[in-house]
């Protein structure tokens, strides 16, 4: 349910997020089913919290039960909720052929869906509130869904949606040094081909060739439960602008 078929999934967010450009369709196998396997492992694989160790003990129990596993090019491990790790997730950042992600926490929706983003390179977002340019806390952001898990649903702030280019580019807008002009947004999560104005605005910071994002966010859909701190104002991030790197709030 959490994945794939509650009236609010992973697949879904990533399907809101994107704006229909992604999606993590739960049937690859085409049985009618969601690809759900479940399998028993060795004790003796996850006494030292190895997650490859079980990563790569459960995919040979599945492929001894006669899944084919060349079908996944993302394999998310749920492990039961009483392993010792001190983490409520990982994940690989990046996917080749196949990656995997490993949920601990395993009621935690947004943590499913924080692991899928680092495959998709998407690193954390943090905070850095006096704006030095060093994080004074790695997952503080609860605008995005690369901050804490168990905060709820939510999208991605700004900067991961321009890293994606899931919005579309005549929605980002480019803002100048010269001038005192007026912006108006139109919400981050609305669906662009609706909305008459940007949804992003991008500035750079001349002095380290970071950007700025500026973006108006709202609760509606995913974003029904977002935190009052970021409803009805513009939230501002900063950001290289490409690649694995942390956004800042």
């Not at 396997?37 to 492929?63: H, K, L, M």
């Amino acid at each position: 349910d959490l994945m794939f078929t509650g009236q609010s999934s992973v697949d879904g967010l990533y399907q809101a997020a994107s704006f229909g450009t992604l999606a993590l369709p739960g049937d690859t196998d085409g049985n009618g089913s969601p690809d759900v396997f479940r399998v028993s492992i060795p004790n003796t694989a996850g006494e030292a919290c190895d997650a490859y160790a079980w990563a790569g003990a459960a995919e040979s129990a599945a492929q001894a039960a006669g899944i084919n596993l060349g079908l996944y090019q993302h394999r998310i491990f749920v492990l039961p909720g009483n392993v010792s790790c001190s983490w409520a997730g990982l994940g690989n950042v990046g996917c080749g052929s196949f990656c995997r992600a490993w949920v601990k926490t395993c009621n935690l929706p947004d943590v499913y869906a924080h692991e899928v983003g680092h495959n998709l390179d998407l690193a954390h977002a943090s905070t850095d509130p006096n704006n030095d340019g060093t994080i004074d806390c790695e997952y503080c952001d609860r605008s995005d869904i690369m901050g804490y898990g168990g905060v709820g649903w939510r999208i991605f702030s700004a900067p991961h949606e321009d890293q994606k280019q899931w919005m579309p580019a005549a929605k980002v807008q480019e803002v100048g040094a010269s001038g005192t002009p007026t912006y108006v947004l139109s919400p981050l999560q609305a669906n662009p081909s609706t909305t008459p104005y940007p949804q992003i605005l991008k500035i750079r910071k001349a002095d380290t060739n970071d950007w700025y994002y500026l973006a108006y966010r709202q609760r509606q859909g995913y974003d029904a439960t977002l935190y009052s701190e970021f409803v009805d104002r513009t939230s501002i991030h900063r950001y290289t602008g490409s690649g694995y790197s942390n956004t800042r709030f």
